[in-house]
Antibody
Framework: QVRLVESGGGLVRPGGSLRLSCAAS????????MGWIRQVPGKGLEWISY????????NYADSVKGRFTISRDNAKKSLFLQMNSLRAEDTAVYYC??????????????WGQGSLVTVAS | QSVLTQPPSMSGSPGQSVTISCTGS?????????VHWYQQLPGTAPKLLIY???NRPSGVPERFSGSKSGTSASLAITGLQAEDEADYYC????????????FGGGTKLTVL
């Protein structure tokens, strides 16, 4: 079955950097778009970024554009999120997810368990 | 402020039916882009509940159904059960400003 395991979260100071990883298994990773979604504790879901199967293109939410970079290594079945210039408002649980595309539908059909990132001094 | 608008909370008694609304605009739900729904049980990751407006992934009970009309979508739950108490989120694609994936603010469903 599909398994997504995030790692790399933790406490970081404002202005600092952090790199999240997501290890995928149970499906043909190289065939799927992948994405990151975050959730401030007690709040709603916010899409952050997605990347195409071959890394040909990526898209970002305005809230992280220019600060976060999504990447992937298909050989290692891994997804990454490099987060720079972190702010207190970036504090959230970050989920890795498979982005399924079916005609006009773009949806996340499998999710990891999440990794907590806390930005505080 | 979420691009898609949902009621913050709803409630129902076991056996009853509830319908959660999701209101968007002509750049997201009002287009051909599908609307999808997720269920998030307390302390867990979200789970896909409905995709492409009204399709259920394998394993999702028939009690859950989705619909879309104009710039709004709905998630209907019939025969409410205690284990349905969760947060529910709608999601779609928005083709304004370069395109992005957008979520509703979420609806907390309480089973009385």
């Amino acid at each position: 079955q599909v398994r997504l395991v995030e790692s790399g979260g933790g406490l970081v100071r404002p202005g600092g950097s952090l790199r999240l990883s997501c290890a995928a298994s149970g499906f043909t990773f190289r065939d799927y778009y992948m994405g990151w979604i975050r959730q401030v504790p007690g709040k709603g879901l916010e899409w952050i970024s997605y990347i195409t199967e071959t890394s040909a293109s990526a898209n970002y939410a305005d809230s992280v554009k220019g600060r976060f970079t999504i990447s992937r290594d298909n050989a290692k079945k891994s997804l990454f999120l490099q987060m720079n210039s972190l702010r207190a408002e970036d504090t959230a649980v970050y989920y890795c997810a498979v982005l399924a595309i079916n005609g006009w539908s773009y949806f996340f059909d499998n999710w990891g368990q999440g990794s907590l990132v806390t930005v505080a001094s | 402020q979420s691009v898609l608008t949902q009621p913050p909370s709803m409630s129902g008694s076991p056996g009853q039916s509830v319908t959660i609304s999701c209101t968007g605009s002509n750049s997201n739900i009002g287009t051909n882009y599908g609307v999808h729904w997720y269920q998030q049980l307390p302390g867990t990751a979200p789970k896909l509940l409905i995709y492409g407006d009204n399709n259920r992934p394998s394993g999702v009970p028939e009690r859950f159904s989705g619909s879309k009309s104009g710039t709004s979508a709905s998630l209907a739950i019939t025969g409410l059960q205690a284990e349905d108490e969760a947060d529910y989120y709608c999601q779609s694609y928005d083709n304004s400003v370069g395109g992005s994936l957008v979520f509703g603010g979420g609806t907390k469903l309480t089973v009385l």
